[in-house]
Structures are given as structure tokens and as C-alpha cells.
């Protein structure tokens, strides 16, 4: 590609002209991430372009360059809890921003791809299709396009049933497929993928709400054993070891403006088929003479993005 901009820009006396842009807009799952870039002055390679046109590989062997022939560059990276708090325009905006703060030197002057721009000092300026007409941001689109690849890959160790790996959290075919098959996980944008969930709703948001509960009980010392623990009487959410106690654990999960507290679902019919539950599984586990417990952990999906986490131990005795 042609430098064109950034030669105009640089042979008004600017040295440190920053380019900036942003993958993950349109994804369904993880961050959104941009990337500053200053470059030298008169820099140039004909290998830069738009990351969009380039090859996976071609990308890394790229982003391996810059990194080392930048003057500097800033990362800023908004997750998908923040996306679905503030909106994917905004959230874009705050990440851009935060990158150009993290830039070591100041710059001069910078270009933004695109027609929004952040709330930076120096003004930046939009240019629409930037990343095919800059180097600047091209060279920032393949250093966000790869910062969030990387990201996606170590999501899909956590959740291999998306293919974030292939994917990168994009809609494909396969990936809409399985939002609908078995819901949505903790990386997911909710507010991207309530499309999805139409119809089977519950599905997907008590899969989220289960996801939560598994990640609150590992971070206080919880073991997990099995989840989604199914037979024809009913079924177990998580069961789980903690200190020498096995515990069976019904998760109920509400979004804002759900009809009363989730934990009041779990009624005594509830509770019964559970204990049945229990008793299945601790005879296809040849488990005897040991300690259990019930418990239930309640959770409350805000409007806001934020997740209201009730643990009631010893909920229950069947």
C-alpha cells in the first residue's frame, strides 16, 4: 500500500505521527482491542496492509516486525462485560483511548481509521477505510488484529465447544449453531447474542448463569467434579467437592427485571428431585459414608453488566 497520508503528514515537520485502530466490532464473543502505533518518520514497507487482507501468518510475521521497528506502541483492551455495559461504539472509542495513553512518547499528531474518533489531546483525525490508506494504521489494525487473536486462542482452552480458535468469537455458521445448542459463556456479549437466544432463552442464559457459579466456586477453593450431571429422574447442575464434603449445587439465574428472587424456585418438588438426584449419583459412584450437602447459589444478571452472586450453603436436606 501507498503511505500517501502519512508522507503528507510527515513532510509537514511531523516526527511522532500516531495511527490508530481497532478489531473486534462485530464479534459475538471477547474483547474489543485497539492498538497506537508511531512509526519513524518516512517509514515504509510494502508488505503493510489493512490486517483484513492479510493472512493469519502473514500477520504474526508482521506484528513480530513492528513491535521491534516502532518507535512505540499502546494496547487497549474492553472486555465483553464492558461492551454490553456501555455499547460496542463506545466501548471501541474508551479502548482506542486508552491505547494512545498508553503510548511512551506523545505524539504529535493522530489519525484514526474510521468516522468516530476518541477524546484524546491532540485532536485526532477520522479517516474513513484509514487502515488501506495509511501505513500508520494499517500497521495498529495488524498489531489489534493479532493482541486479539491471541486472546480468542487462550479463550478457546476454556471453552473448546465454540472454536474461538477458528472463529475468533465471529458468527460463524457453526458458532450461532452452538450458542443455540448449548448457550452462551462468560465471554460471550449478551447483548450480541440475545438474537440467538429467542425462544430458548433459558437455556442460554442458565448455561451463562452456570458458567458464573463454576467460576465463583474455583476462585473459594471449590473442586469441580461434574456439571449437568443428567439421567431420565432430573438433572444435578455442579456437583463439587469443598474440604472433604460433596456438594450438590442447583444454580438459578434471573436477568434484571426477572419475577422474584431466583432462589425462591427451587421449590420442596425441586428439592426432592434433587436428593433423588443425589442418591443416582452416589450410587453410580460407589460413594459411601461421606459427608454432602445441598446448597444454592442464586444469580442476578444487571442491566449494567454486573452479576449479583447469592450463596446459600446447606440450602436444603432431603
Not at 163 to 168: E, I, T, V
Not at 211 to 235: H, P, Q, V
Amino acid at each position: 500500500m501507498e503511505a500517501i497520508i502519512d508522507k503528507k503528514i510527515w513532510q509537514k515537520g511531523t516526527y511522532n505521527l500516531a495511527g490508530v485502530d481497532e478489531a473486534g466490532r462485530g464479534p459475538l464473543a471477547g474483547p474489543v482491542v485497539a492498538s497506537a502505533i508511531i512509526l519513524p518518520r518516512d517509514f515504509y514497507d510494502s508488505r503493510i496492509d489493512d490486517s483484513k487482507k492479510l493472512s493469519e501468518s502473514k500477520r504474526e510475521e508482521l506484528y513480530n516486525y513492528l513491535i521491534k521497528n516502532c518507535v512505540c506502541y499502546g494496547i487497549g483492551i474492553i472486555d465483553e462485560k464492558e461492551i454490553d455495559r456501555l455499547n460496542i461504539l463506545k466501548a471501541s472509542l474508551k479502548a482506542m483511548k486508552i491505547a494512545i495513553e498508553n503510548l511512551s512518547e506523545k505524539p504529535d499528531k493522530i489519525i484514526v481509521d474510521g468516522k468516530y474518533k476518541p477524546d484524546v489531546k491532540p485532536r485526532p483525525y477520522a479517516i474513513i477505510d484509514g487502515d488501506s490508506h495509511s501505513i500508520s494504521i494499517a500497521s495498529a489494525s495488524i498489531i489489534a488484529k493479532v493482541t486479539r487473536d491471541r486472546i480468542m486462542k487462550e479463550y478457546h482452552k476454556k471453552y473448546p465447544e465454540y472454536r474461538f480458535d477458528k472463529n475468533k468469537g465471529y458468527g460463524t455458521r457453526y458458532h450461532i449453531e452452538k450458542i443455540k445448542d448449548i448457550g452462551i459463556s462468560p465471554v460471550h456479549r449478551v447483548t450480541f447474542c440475545q438474537k440467538f437466544l429467542i425462544g430458548d432463552e433459558r437455556k442460554g442464559i442458565g448455561r451463562y448463569g452456570e458458567d458464573i457459579a463454576c467460576n465463583y466456586l474455583r476462585k473459594r477453593g471449590y473442586k469441580i467434579i461434574e456439571r449437568n450431571f443428567r439421567r431420565s429422574d432430573g438433572e444435578i447442575d455442579i456437583v463439587a467437592e469443598f474440604q472433604g464434603t460433596l456438594v450438590f449445587i442447583e444454580v438459578k439465574t434471573n436477568k434484571k427485571g426477572g419475577f422474584g428472587e431466583p432462589e425462591f424456585r427451587v421449590t420442596q418438588k425441586k428439592q426432592k428431585q434433587i436428593g433423588k438426584m443425589a442418591n443416582i449419583y452416589l450410587q453410580e459412584m460407589n460413594l459411601y459414608n461421606i459427608d454432602c450437602r445441598f446448597d444454592v447459589l442464586a444469580i442476578k444478571l444487571e442491566k449494567d453488566g454486573f452479576v449479583k452472586i447469592n450463596h446459600i450453603k446447606d440450602a436444603f436436606w432431603v
